[in-house]
Nanobody
């Protein structure tokens, strides 16, 4: 059974930083893409970042490019999202996801989410 467990969320001031972690288990993720998404209250789910587990290639939307960095540690089966220069509009529940193909929308596996709150 595939499990994705996020951690690292919390309350931070504007301009601050956080590092989210996602520990994956239950299958081999070689060849998979790992993604981060977020959902703010009253808004649709938003793609935040993705990384190829195979070669480390990364993908970001314009809204976070240059501020967020996704990485993976294959030995630990862990994916990270470092978020710098956080803004109040980054406040959301952040979800880790895994999929066999690159996607900015449909993923096979999802974590339970971790709350990130950025105060003004």
């Amino acid at each position: 059974q595939v499990q994705l467990v996020e951690s690292g969320g919390g309350l931070v001031q504007t301009g601050g930083s956080l590092r989210l972690s996602c520990v994956a288990s239950g299958r081999t993720f070689s060849g998979y893409y790992m993604g981060w998404f977020r959902r703010a209250p009253g808004k649709e789910r938003e793609f935040v970042a993705a990384i190829s587990y195979e070669d480390g290639r990364t993908y970001y939307p314009a809204s976070v490019k240059g501020r967020f960095t996704i990485s993976r540690d294959s030995a630990k089966n862990t994916v990270y999202l470092v978020m710098n220069n956080l803004k109040p509009e980054d406040t959301a529940v952040y979800y880790c996801a895994a999929n066999g193909d690159y996607s900015e929308d449909k993923y096979d596996y999802w974590g339970q989410g971790t709350q990130v709150t950025v105060s003004a």
